[in-house]
C-alpha cells in the first residue's frame, strides 16, 4: 500500500488545526494565499490597518510553523 507523501501529512495537520485560528487570521489567510489578495486590499475589505494584516499574517505564520513542528495542539492563535 501507499504511504501518503510528506507534504500530504503536514497539509492534514494544518488543515485539522486551521479551525483553532482566530477568524481574524483565517479570513486574512484565506484571503492572501487563496485568492492572492494584497496586504492593502485585504485590510481596506476588512477594515484594518495594513500592520494589522502583517500581524495576522506574522501569527498564521507561527501558527503553521508551530503545528508543523509539534503537532496539532489544543492552544488557538489569540488576537492582540
Known amino acids: 500500500m501507499l504511504q501518503p507523501a510528506p507534504w500530504h501529512r503536514e497539509l492534514a495537520t494544518l488543515i485539522e488545526a ?5 477568524m481574524e487570521c483565517r479570513r486574512v489567510l484565506t484571503l492572501r494565499k487563496v485568492y492572492g ?7 481596506a475589505r476588512l477594515g484594518l490597518e495594513r500592520c494589522q494584516v502583517e500581524d495576522a ?4 505564520v507561527l501558527f503553521c510553523a508551530e503545528h508543523l513542528d509539534e503537532g496539532v495542539t489544543e492552544h ?5
Open 18 to 22: 486551521l479551525p483553532t485560528l482566530s
Open 37 to 43: 489578495w494584497t496586504q492593502e486590499q485585504i485590510a
Open 57 to 60: 499574517l506574522c501569527r498564521c
Open 76 to 80: 488557538p492563535v489569540e488576537n492582540h
